[in-house]
């Protein structure tokens, strides 16, 4: 049976994509699971099992991780549009970003959601350590120093304090989830903020690889 060019390609693709779900991750952006906000152990043992773990394992974590993932580091966690982490004068001025293996995504916590920003790996631009490019997800914390007033030092403070609030969300959330992390930050900045096309007003304050632990 003779089929037409377009049906013999259609097809094509169908098995291409269907095989390799990953080849067409980047180029949509990835809507999130409701986060599951009943689960977890007892705060106390989160802060018991809270550690900086280098061991990770390579393998992609599911989508609902994911979600409670970023919904611990900048969620929307009330009517009002506050979130589950503090900012100064509530500015909300951090972005959380995710690199991944296929590409760089931004955190919107509005859509719950994981925005496409850039197709590719830019995982080992994330930290000097190997770990990086290991670590299924590179969470980046990034500061817009435009939202916090016009003191230099004000800008420099609230930044970094921001990043320190969600880092410690995700540290206690992985105890809680089984999950290895930790926050980086010997990491080389400038060639970051160039290689996520960041302008000038954003700067990179922190990263945190996430992933299961290594077996």
Excluded: W
């Excluded at 060019?5 to 693709?13: A, N």
């Excluded at 004068?89 to 916590?109: C, E, F, H, K, W």
């Amino acid at each position: 049976m003779h089929l037409p060019k377009r049906t013999v390609l259609g097809f094509l693709l169908t098995v291409v994509i269907g095989a390799s779900p990953a080849l067409c991750a980047a180029e949509k952006n990835i809507k999130l699971p409701p986060p599951d906000k009943t689960g977890g152990k007892p705060l106390m043992q989160c802060f018991t099992e809270r550690k900086s773990e280098r061991k990770f394992d390579a393998k992609p974590l599911p989508a609902q991780l994911l979600s409670n993932l970023f919904y611990a580091a900048d969620g929307i966690s009330r009517p009002d549009g506050r979130k589950t982490v503090p900012t100064a004068r509530n500015l909300q001025s951090q972005d959380v970003y995710a690199a991944m293996a296929d590409g760089l995504y931004l955190y919107n916590p509005k859509n719950h959601s994981l925005d496409l920003v850039k197709s590719g790996d830019i995982r080992e631009k994330c930290g000097k350590q190997a770990i990086h490019k290991i670590a299924p997800v590179v969470l980046i914390y990034v500061g817009d120093v435009s939202r916090i007033g016009k003191n230099a030092a004000e800008k420099v403070f609230y930044a970094a304090n921001h990043a320190g609030y969600a880092s410690q969300n995700v540290y206690l959330y992985c105890a809680s989830a089984g999950l290895s992390t930790v926050v980086c930050g010997l990491v080389d900045k400038p060639a970051l903020e160039k290689a996520m096309g960041l302008p000038n007003t954003k700067r990179v304050q922190l990263t945190q690889p996430v992933a299961y632990p290594a077996k």
